[in-house]
């Protein structure tokens, strides 16, 4: 993972904590790591905490004024060469699936051409709603990957599949990659 650029998109759900953990892995392995977060993200995480951790700027907001001229997602999108989502909510998956980029990360998903990869985390009965299971489908047939969630407690007080993969497993699926694709 030595020099690679991954760019890691945080959305909103419980589990965006744990991004910060896999974001401090990445960046002590040696990987350049930028970070893409929707703006319910930031009601879980602070964008101050991933910058921190991360040592590179937050991208938060598409109309955000900035020093360059780079148009930023296009920038962001062509310089990864891995796009990890931590954690997938049903939004992101839907709004991706069905074509939709309506802000910073959703708009640099589509506009890049590196490997997307979903770590699903939901509620067990949003992972297992029959939209949300169509637009998995949808996206694997269209080559995106997914780092399934796993079962146990989920923050809602229930149990079910739905939980985000263990820190490990997510930087065990990145490493694999690499290895893949060398």
């Known amino acids: 993972m030595k ?20 974001i401090n892995k990445l960046v002590k392995e040696g990987a350049n790591v930028n970070v893409i977060m929707t703006k319910n993200a930031t009601n879980f995480v602070t964008p101050l905490t991933i910058q921190t951790i991360a040592k590179s700027k937050v991208n938060i907001d598409m109309f955000e004024m900035v020093d360059n001229y780079d148009v930023e997602h296009i920038s962001i999108a062509s310089k990864a060469d ?43 009965n949003m992972y297992d709603n029959a939209i949300v299971q169509m637009n998995i489908k949808k996206l694997k ?8 969630p796993q079962y146990g407690n989920l923050a809602c007080g229930t149990e079910g599949l739905g939980k985000l993969a263990s820190v490990d497993t997510i930087l065990e699926y990145v490493k694999a990659y690499f290895k893949e694709v060398k």
């Not at 959305?11 to 896999?22: F, H, N, P, Q, R």
């Not at 490997?115 to 699903?120: E, P, S, Y």
């Open 3 to 22: 020099d690679k650029n991954i760019v890691i998109g945080i959305t909103g759900g419980i589990a965006a904590y744990k991004g910060i953990d896999v």
């Open 82 to 124: 891995l796009f990890l989502i931590v954690p997938a909510t049903a939004n992101i998956i839907g709004k991706v699936a069905n074509g939709i980029a309506d802000d910073m990360l959703s708009t640099t998903i589509m506009a890049t051409k590196a490997k997307v990869a979903f770590a699903a985390a939901m509620n067990n």
């Open 141 to 148: 047939v269209y080559g995106y990957d997914f780092i399934d």
